[in-house]
């Protein structure tokens, strides 16, 4: 892994901007993994202002959504299709029919499931994933106990999950779905390059138990300690449980991509 730890959430989500800006000029079909919350947003925002800016030209790219809620219109303010049609699709030259994210009505879930993972394959698979990190270390909505190997596919969610979640149901986690659709963590390991974002305090202790702990499916982002390319953005904030954070730091200065961020 290749951790970047960055002085504010600010800087944090510049550099992350930057990073997709550049990742889709060097590759103009790029198939983009996207990824939806709250950490995610200033992200876009700046993607969208940096795509004004630069003329970046998002009609060759595709994107696919890691994980949806079941039974929730997508049309629907609640819906996921909904967050990314505001934070990102209506502000750039996407084109609709390239933007991918299994619909939480289908009349058959799992089928719209294993649909969307042969989207993904058939189109070539995915280049760059975006990832943001639940509080209790899951990614998309793969929770605790999801096997390494999982494909997309219905889930459960948990409890904690559902609570975290509350605010755009009206803050009952109650009226929260109790499944979504989501990536697998297997698919998700299969993406060429993988960029996990995480900032602010309340992550802190998650964070560490991410990068520096035991790979276990108890916490499903520490998969991510094998994906082969995977590079962690944190603020100082989220960074602050982190033992090896005086290596981690030395390490980001003389990487050869990101040096070039930490210089920017
Ligand atoms: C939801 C999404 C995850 C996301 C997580 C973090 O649970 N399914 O993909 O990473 O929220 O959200 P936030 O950025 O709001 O902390």
Known sequence: ?????????????????????DRVKAEPQLNLGCATGRTMEGIYD???RLAGSESLDFSGVSTFNLDEYV???????QSYRHYMEKFL???VNIRPENTFIPSGTAADPEAEAAAFEREITGRGGIGLQLLGL????HIGFNEP????????????LAPHTREQNAGNFGGNPDNVPTTAITM???TILETREALLIVTGAHKAEILARVVEGPIASRVTATALQLHPNCHVLVDEDAAAQLEMSGFIRGSAVHHPLWKNYLNG
């Open 1 to 21: 892994m290749n951790i970047i730890i960055l002085p504010s959430q600010e800087k944090v989500e510049a550099v992350a901007a930057r990073f997709v800006a």
């Open 46 to 48: 700046r993607l969208v």
């Open 71 to 77: 039974g929730v219109e997508p049309d629907s303010e």
């Open 89 to 91: 699709f209506s502000r």
């Open 134 to 137: 639940g509080n209790n270390g």
């Open 145 to 156: 106990l999801s096997s390494f190997a999982s494909r997309t596919r219905v889930v459960p």
């Open 184 to 186: 697998g963590v297997g």
